[in-house]
């Protein structure tokens, strides 16, 4: 007769509470239950607010992780918020619209918001800002620069256009930064038309542009198209209006203000959205 093999020894509570944890996608609750357990022997807490202290952790751990994947997701060229931003520099922009639209309820009303202004003046600044609000506020957002007719266009190549369509139709707010720099082709221009009707009174579009609406068949190359454009997008529309001096430009003037050495003791570099020489040192 062979002997019976020694009963397995159970695996300690930490290692099956570990797991457990894990399995349940608590994190936070993993991370801190030992030290909060310490805490709560410490304050005489009983085991009912020893666990509440650890839900609300995992709650704010939880939340935060959310922004920070919503802010991954939007495709941002740079996180920016209003506490960088100096109001006092742009006055032509309307302060209290400014920051009633970070708190977002247009995103409710699903209302558009239209950045207009010179190069420089803050426009990327200020939509980059109503992003990140918005990310944090827990609104899905989509930001794109002038690669969305191209990307519109590749995908209509690769026969996935219906897919970046709903992709960008589901987005509670859809971020087209700088139309107008770049004139677009006709089939290009029709492209991004579609997602602005296909987002019409569906979700808040942004769109920033250095050009006045009346020169926006410039860029559409078609007048009908930019009329029935600019009807959906102004039909509930926020207008922000940034014209003044190049923010990059003034305060280029003041490190030169700063540094009186001649230029060509500075390196210097041209910034290639304004050809404005902007200095290294
Ligand atoms: P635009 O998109 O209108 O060309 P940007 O938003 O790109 O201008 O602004 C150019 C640079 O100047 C950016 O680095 C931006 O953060 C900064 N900037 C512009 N306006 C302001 C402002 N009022 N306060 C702080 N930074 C600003
Ligand atoms: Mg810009």
Request: net charge positive.
């Amino acid at each position: 007769m062979t002997a019976a093999a020694p009963a397995a020894s159970p695996a300690p509570p930490q290692v099956l509470l570990a797991h457990h944890l894990r399995q349940l996608k608590l994190p936070t609750f993993l991370r801190e239950y030992e030290k909060v357990a310490a805490e709560a022997a410490r304050e005489g807490l009983d085991h009912v607010r020893f666990l509440l202290r650890l839900a609300e952790l995992e709650l704010i751990d939880r939340e935060r992780r959310m922004v920070e994947r919503r802010i991954r997701a939007a495709h941002f060229s740079a996180v920016k918020s209003f506490d960088t931003f100096d109001f006092t520099a742009i006055p032509s922009l309307n302060k209290p619209l400014t920051l009633e639209l970070a708190r977002c309820e247009y995103l409710i009303a699903r209302d558009n918001v239209i950045a207009l202004g010179n190069s420089g003046t803050g426009k990327t600044h200020a939509c980059l800002a109503l992003g990140l609000a918005a990310c944090q506020r827990g609104f899905p957002v989509f930001f794109t620069a002038a690669g969305l007719v191209h990307q519109l266009m590749e995908a209509r190549d690769e026969r996935r256009l219906l897919k970046l369509q709903a992709q960008l139709a589901a987005v509670k707010l859809l971020i087209v930064d700088e139309l107008g720099y770049v004139p677009l082709s006709q089939t290009g221009a029709e492209l991004l038309f579609e997602i602005f009707s296909q987002r019409h009174e569906r979700g808040s579009t942004i769109v920033t542009s250095n050009l006045p609406f009346e020169e926006w068949t410039s860029v559409f190359g078609n007048q009908r198209l930019t009329g029935a454009l600019l009807d959906r997008l102004t039909h509930h529309v926020h207008i922000l209006e940034l014209n003044g001096e190049s923010y990059r430009l003034k305060q280029s003037k003041a490190r030169r203000r700063r540094d009186p050495r001649p230029p060509d003791e500075v390196a210097a570099a041209a910034d290639p959205e304004t050809g404005e020489i902007i200095r290294a040192s």
